[in-house]
């Protein structure tokens, strides 16, 4: 079975562009989160996705967004881009957003000038 | 609002020399106890999930345990190639599916 892919793995963008990432869920897994990972801030969470809606949300400003598709795959918007939004963004796969286990895919590398 | 510490930050060992990894959590509501191993420039690879104390997984080298304030990932007679970083997250019951991390373990094991 396939892995959680994300798409582009590497991305440089300069100050107040917007960048859009993808991700596609393993096969079957409705539910898709969204983390950014930091050398300061470690790994925090910034939504999650279930059948097209946003069910839950952490603690980032507006300028981060996201959705979902009817086919699962999902993808996070970030808008008028700021140096501290340089960041590994990863993005997880789980059946159905409950207690199950969430697979990582490999992240994208976002690097703002 | 939920913590995640984890210790020590960084751990050097010789291979074959036995040691553990601690996770100290605070949780309204524990509803599961993730590790993950990450290593540099990867996303993280998931290891155990712990839902209840007393509750013990194993793999290989890597044995998780949990009690009710903490967990641990014990790993015996380590390799040059269990060298990562060792994630811990819990997933709280008030908080959907979010999970929270702690800072990590960075584990170097020298032959």
């Known amino acids: 079975k396939a892995g959680v892919t994300q798409t582009p793995r590497y991305l440089i963008k300069t100050r107040g562009q917007q960048v859009t990432l993808s991700c596609s869920p393993i096969?079957?897994?409705?539910?898709v989160s969204w983390y950014q990972q930091t050398p300061g801030q470690g790994l925090q969470f910034l939504f999650e996705?279930?059948?097209?809606?946003?069910?839950n949300k952490g603690n980032f400003p507006g300028r981060f967004s996201g959705r979902q598709f009817s086919n699962s795959r999902s993808e996070m918007n970030v808008s008028t881009l700021e140096l501290g939004d340089s960041a590994l963004y990863l993005c997880?796969?789980?059946?159905?957003?409950?207690?199950?286990?969430?697979?990582f895919g490999p992240g994208t590398r976002l690097l703002v000038l | 609002e939920d913590q995640v510490t984890q210790s020590p930050e960084a751990l050097r060992l010789q291979e074959g020399e036995s040691s553990s990894l601690n996770c100290s959590y605070t949780?309204?509501?524990?509803?599961?106890l993730f590790w993950y191993r990450q290593d540099p420039g990867k996303g993280p690879e998931f290891l155990f999930t712990?839902?209840?104390a007393g509750e013990e997984k194993e793999k290989e080298r890597l044995k998780a345990t949990l009690t009710k304030k903490e967990s641990f990932l014990h790993i015996t007679a380590p390799k040059p190639e269990d060298s990562a970083t060792y994630l811990c997250?819990?997933?709280?019951?008030?908080?959907?599916?979010?999970?929270?991390f702690g800072g990590g373990t960075r584990l170097m094991v020298k032959p």
């Open positions: 997880a796969s789980s059946l159905n957003g409950g207690e199950e286990t969430q697979y």
């Open positions: 096969s079957g897994h409705r539910s």
């Open positions: 996705y279930f059948s097209e809606t946003q069910r």
């Open positions: 949780v309204s509501g524990l509803r599961g």
């Open positions: 712990l839902y209840s």
């Open positions: 997250a819990v997933q709280a019951g008030n908080a959907g599916n979010m999970l929270t």
